[in-house]
């Protein structure tokens, strides 16, 4: 277990550090009952930095990201902030910056039906049963990012939008790898989605994974499918799949629609990845795939399910306390299954409970699972 376990808390807007407050007292109990100790630290991003400092992301904020083990966050963004006279004072802009000098490349969202939650997807049960899945998208290249980009007039009138896919052999390897080490400790299969049969960039995908593949890590299983069949794939035998590995717009599109079979908003986790250093570390950052929901701001009504699955993925991949996430995603799951259930997973029979009450209940089947 690493020594150093310093953590970076950006709670941001919104429903952000209402969910994030859950965060703390799953710290809390773990630094009471377990004796791990994690060294926090609090800033702000988003909306609540642009009031308090005039700019989403301060230098002294980013310096503390870099300096951190893993940075969990909340949401950032509200209607107070949707407007701003300078593009670069968005909420959104500080969590660009933060992905882009964390040098964020992978980022991770698992598709995970709790047997709970079954009836929550819009497909059969039968279909998603039992589904965990982990979406691997490359974060930072690819055709959001190629250059040349740009909307241009011509000499006939008309206008043209360009924008350019392009990959390098270092950037597949990277984000390629990554699947390859998380397979190894899922099931051991990866899919590699792209379209060689109609894209060079594509192409070169193809042969780059198998490459890496061939060199290093031939003890995992790889498949690879042109990504409209996965799309497809996806809906028809999602258990087919353990981890998807794919580009920046292709994954964009893949982990919506994965996460999306799991039904709500509210309960899904993400992670995003950096290089691993010398010591194999990465840098990290951890937030729940949901904005800052300011319709239900402030009045103790957010899932904080999302946001404490996404602490129990930092647990995993950051502190290297596999046994720890286990446990908090099986309390998540154990109280769901009690019944209890905030407004957006609602279900007839079922508890309706507070974000405050979902905690609490979390912290009790800690208890419980730890006695
Ligand atoms: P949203 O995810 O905030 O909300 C969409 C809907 O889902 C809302 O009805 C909301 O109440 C509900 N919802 C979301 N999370 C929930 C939770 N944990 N528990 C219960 N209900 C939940 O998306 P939006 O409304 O499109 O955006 C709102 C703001 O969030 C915007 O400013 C947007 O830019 C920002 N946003 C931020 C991020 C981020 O921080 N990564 C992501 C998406 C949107």
């Given amino acids: 277990m690493p020594a150093n376990k310093k953590l970076l808390f950006l709670p941001g807007d919104g429903i952000g550090p209402e969910v994030m407050r859950q965060v703390r007292r799953v710290i809390d109990w773990m630094d009471r009952k377990r004796k791990v100790t994690f060294d926090v630290t609090e800033g702000l991003v988003g909306g609540a930095a642009i009031d308090a400092h005039g700019t989403p992301l301060t230098d002294a904020t980013l310096a503390d990201a870099l300096a951190a083990d893993a940075v969990m966050l909340g949401a ?15 909420p ?56 040349p980009r740009g909307i ?26 990554v699947a390859f080490e998380l397979a190894r400790k899922r099931s051991n299969k990866v899919h590699s989605m792209e379209k060689a049969n109609v894209m060079e ?14 060199e290093q890590y031939s003890d995992v299983t790889l498949e690879h499918m042109y990504a409209d069949n996965g799309a497809m794939q996806l809906l028809k035998n999602p258990k087919q799949f353990d981890v998807i590995v ?13 996460a999306m079979m799991t039904g709500s908003l509210g309960m899904l986790p993400s992670a995003s990845l950096g290089a691993a250093d010398a010591n194999g570390n990465r840098k990290a950052l951890y937030e729940p795939v949901h904005g800052s929901a300011p319709d239900i701001a402030g009045k103790d009504l957010a899932n904080p399910c999302a946001t404490l699955l996404s602490f129990a993925m930092a647990l995993r991949y950051s502190f290297n306390l596999d046994d720890d996430a286990k446990t908090l995603e099986k309390a998540v799951q154990n109280v769901l299954a009690g019944g209890m259930r905030t407004a957006d997973i609602m279900a007839p029979g079922m508890a309706r409970c ?18």
């Avoid at 960039?201 to 061939?214: D, F, N, P």
């Avoid at 794919?246 to 994965?258: H, K, M, P, Q, V």
């Avoid at 507070?354 to 730890?370: A, F, H, P, Y």
């Fill in 152 to 177: 241009e007039d011509l000499p006939n009138g008309e206008r043209r939008g360009v924008n350019t896919q392009v990959y390098t052999t270092s950037e597949i390897r990277r984000v390629a790898s």
């Fill in 246 to 258: 794919t580009d920046n717009l292709f994954g964009d599109i893949l982990s919506d629609e994965a």
């Fill in 92 to 147: 959104e802009a500080g969590l660009l910056r933060l992905r882009k000098e964390l040098g964020l490349f992978a980022n991770l969202r698992p598709a995970t039906v709790f047997d709970a939650l079954v009836d929550a997807s819009t497909l059969k049960p039968e279909i998603i049963k039992g589904l965990d899945i982990m979406i691997v998208r490359e974060l930072t290249g690819g055709v959001y990012f190629g250059e």
């Fill in 201 to 214: 960039s594509g192409l070169l995908w193809r042969q780059e994974v198998t490459k890496l593949h061939q």
């Fill in 354 to 371: 507070s974000t405050t009450v979902m905690g609490d209940s979390i912290l009790r089947e800690l208890d419980k699972l730890s006695s």
């Fill in 76 to 90: 950032v963004g509200g209607p107070k902030w949707d407007n701003p006279s300078d593009y670069m004072k968005r």
